[in-house]
């Protein structure tokens, strides 16, 4: 009874404490939205298009673009700022079509169109071999329009179309697709990629700033007051634990709830996934206390802890895969927790993993979490009883 | 010592005892960007391995192979040659090709007859990218091919009779076409944008903001304790303490970010443009945070509701500034949204200066934005501080 009268004290104090609220609500919320957003757009190169012509066969080109496989297409008006926004790395590459470009095929002339990128680049490069691949097929139908015209007489026009209704029917040599594999090892794009990651971070980081609280406590003398009362060192432990724990807790729901309802993240397995947040929230909860226990004042602890939460966040995959880094940097973020939580995360969402798949991952989650709370515990008792 | 001075000396030396400003202001961004240049070395640049499976060992099979191993995709592309389609199917699932590219057999009497035929491509999901690569190259492969046949079919159409003769006449003359759309590549003459050389400066902004928190809970601080009071007793106006306040702010932001950027330039070959440009920009955001701190001390009332406006400005105009993610790969609207706060500007500079734009205006119009966002809130500042003065 006493530990929950602690805890309900700690638990008034943070619901009205609106400051607390935003980075336990408002912040997760925000950053998974901003992420999301622009982690949906991964996967396909951004190109930009100039096209100075504006001709009928230009405009086809365009469209090829637009509705081209691994290719979101940006028109500027000019090739300066286009090339203003390749520079800046908004787009892959720059794709500019010259003007007279229409007048020059019908003619049965070559079109050079300038892809602008940077040859030590291999991004750009690989951006403008898609660019070339779309361009050789949008040809074809140029190139057959213009031989038919030159062979039999007759229109430009028609046989234009007359080419883009045989390129429909006919026989061609076509490229396959066959995908070796149906499970990833990353997370889903898009607001699956950043809710739970976000999760993680922000949980953990929320957790190590709210050692401040501790600190107060500490400072405020009310430690002191609690234990004039009839209260063991042990109770005030287990209240502290228990709030940090169901403030992480909250948090996690929270995210996982907005998750579902307003991007419509799903989540997976049910008990595996209640399973890692409660392991999680108890990750939180030791790195909170233990912080509340290391930092001598609040300042450090509301400074140092974001600190140390993002760079942990970063090596853990919260910010980026960690399959696009170098295979010493992932085994560099294994040493955080963070890293076991973001794969346990990808089993669920991305392999629709069970309780059993992410059984080692639980493992040592949990072996963080004991290592944690014995060290903050044993760290708030001494503290206590001194 | 002019009073200004020693106010300002007095502020720096009380943030540099907390070791908390040491941390915020040099030790977490020289961290990150350091975590950032160690990650992601060798990450910046694009490459692909694509194995290829000659089942055909015919002459167009050949002509592929020489595709890929041409001048143009040396730099993107290394070809692979691999026995069998399940040493294909292992090498792509764990990783080690991006994907492959299997020429079955009879591909290449097939492709120079009319006969349907199809090259096929082994991807797996956790090559997006590298799979899009692969796939748009055999295609750009394939067209040339598949544009000869439209051409030929495309001409039989359009002809008032068609005999054997015909077909082959066609046929002959349509294997000397080229597609008449050709592409050129142009460099532009820019550096590639690092992730190091974009998170060194976000992570020193977002680190420097801060200071508005710092210092705001400083002042509040002072006027609970009744500093504030006896230096208004002193001969000292109010404008030389607001002075001298904002100085220390000013010196610690310039110095965090010239550190930031100078280790980033020296350890992590990050490169920052004209000196002077660099240093406009560090200014002209220290400016920004001056005014943005003056704000949250004329509009809080106590050291928490302090403390609770500054962490708005802080994650709301990092988190919208782009200082959590490159900016450059958001949407078009969150990139405008990024300019409505200094630090999108700010950042804006310094990529442009990384990436070697050149000019006057490629800070000058940031450092015009940013004073223009710092003298609207050093203006509310005003304002509210009358507020301020009354109570």
């Known amino acids: ?386 | 010592m002019p009073p200004v001075l020693v106010i300002a000396g007095k502020d720096l030396r009380q943030r540099f005892r907390d070791r908390s400003a040491i941390v915020l202001g040099f030790v977490a961004p020289l961290a990150i960007a350091a975590l950032m240049s160690f990650a992601f070395r060798g990450a910046d640049t694009f490459h692909v391995t694509i194995g290829v499976v000659d089942r055909d060992h015919g002459p167009i099979a050949a002509a592929f192979t020489g595709f890929l191993l041409g001048p143009d995709l040396r730099g993107i592309v290394t070809e692979r040659p691999v026995t069998d389609v399940t040493t294909a199917r292992r090498l792509v699932h764990d990783g080690t090709i991006a994907a492959a590219i299997v020429i079955p057999p009879g591909f290449s009497t097939a492709a120079t007859r009319s006969g349907n035929t199809r090259l096929v491509e082994l991807t797996s999901v956790n090559s997006r990218l590298g799979g899009e690569v692969s796939r748009s190259l055999a295609e750009s492969f394939v067209s040339q091919v598949n544009a000869d046949r439209l051409s030929v079919a495309t001409a039989l159409s359009g002809a008032s009779g068609t005999t054997a003769g015909t077909v082959a006449q066609l046929t002959a003359a349509a294997e000397h076409l080229r597609v008449p759309e050709s592409v050129v590549n142009r460099p532009i003459g820019s550096r590639p944008l690092k992730a190091v050389s974009y998170y060194s400066p976000a992570m020193a902004i977002f680190f420097l903001f801060f200071a508005i928190g710092f210092t705001a809970r400083s002042f509040y601080s002072e006027l609970r304790d009744g500093m504030i009071d006896r230096i208004a007793a002193a001969p000292v106006r109010p404008a030389t303490v607001l002075f001298g306040k904002a100085l220390s702010v000013v010196v610690y932001g310039i110095a965090s970010l010239g550190t930031v950027l100078l280790c980033t330039a020296l350890l992590f070959g990050a490169h920052w443009g004209n000196p002077l440009s660099v240093a406009a920009l560090c200014l002209a955001m220290t400016t920004a945070v001056v005014a943005l701190t003056a704000f949250v001390i004329a509009v809080a009332r106590t050291d928490r509701q302090s403390d609770g406006f500054s962490a708005l400005i802080v994650f709301g105009l990092s988190l919208l500034g782009g200082n959590f993610v490159t900016i450059s790969a958001a949407p078009p609207l969150m990139r405008r949204l990024a300019l409505l706060t200094p630090n999108g500007w700010a950042l804006r500079g310094f990529v442009d200066l990384t990436t070697g734009a050149r000019g006057a205006a490629v800070v000058l119009q940031p450092v015009v934005a940013i004073l223009a966002f710092s003298a609207v809130f050093a203006s509310l500042a005003v304002v509210f501080s009358r507020r301020l003065v009354i109570r």
Not at chain 1, 67 to 77: P, S, T, V
Not at chain 1, 223 to 230: E, S
Not at chain 1, 255 to 281: E, K, N, Q, Y
Request: hydrophobic share 50%; with cysteine; glycine share 10%.
């Open chain 1, 1 to 386: 009874m006493t530990v929950l009268a602690i805890a309900g004290s700690r638990a008034r104090r943070i619901v009205r404490d609106r400051l607390a609220l935003f980075f336990i609500v408002v912040l997760p919320v925000l950053v998974i939205v901003i992420i999301g957003s622009i982690v949906g757009g991964t996967g396909t190169f951004r190109v930009g298009v100039v096209d100075r012509d504006r001709g009928p066969l230009s405009l086809s080109l365009e469209h090829d673009l637009a509705h081209a496989r691994g290719i979101d297409l940006f028109r500027y008006h000019s090739v300066a700022s286009g090339k203003t926004a390749l520079r800046r790395s908004e787009i892959s590459a720059l794709v500019e079509i010259p003007a007279g470009a229409d007048a020059r095929l019908r003619s049965g002339r070559t079109v050079a169109i300038v892809a602008y990128g940077e040859r030590a680049n291999s991004d750009q490069q690989s951006a403008i071999a898609t660019v070339s691949s779309v361009i050789a097929v949008s040809g074809a139908r140029v190139q057959a329009a213009s031989f038919a015209q030159q062979q039999v007489g007759g229109d430009f026009t028609t046989h234009l179309a007359t080419a883009a209704r045989l390129e429909a029917g006919s026989s061609s040599v076509a490229v396959a697709t066959r995908s070796v594999d149906s499970k990833s090892n990353v997370l889903p794009r898009g607001f699956s990629y950043s809710a739970p990651t976000m999760l993680v971070l922000f949980v953990f980081i929320n957790a190590l700033a709210g050692g401040a609280a501790m600190i107060w406590t500490r400072q405020l003398g009310m430690y002191d007051r609690m234990l004039a009362a009839p209260v063991s060192p042990r109770q005030i432990v287990f209240g502290e634990t228990f709030v940090y724990f169901l403030i992480a807790l909250v948090q996690s729901l929270l995210i996982v709830g907005v998750g579902a309802v307003v991007f419509g993240v799903h989540w997976g397995d049910p008990v595996a996934a209640a399973a890692l947040i409660v392991s999680w929230a108890l990750v939180g909860t030791g790195a909170g206390m233990l912080a509340g226990t290391v930092f001598s004042t609040p300042e450090q602890s509301t400074s140092i802890a974001p600190t140390v939460g993002i760079v942990m966040g970063m090596l853990g995959g919260c910010m980026w895969p960690l399959e696009i880094v170098g295979s010493t940097m992932r085994t560099i973020g294994h040493v955080t927790p963070h890293a076991w939580a973001v794969d346990a995360w990808t089993a669920l969402l991305s392999r629709n993993g069970r309780l059993v798949d992410i059984a080692r991952d639980l493992a040592v989650l949990l072996a963080f979490a004991a290592a944690l709370l014995v060290a903050a515990t044993s760290r708030l008792r001494r503290a206590l009883s001194a």
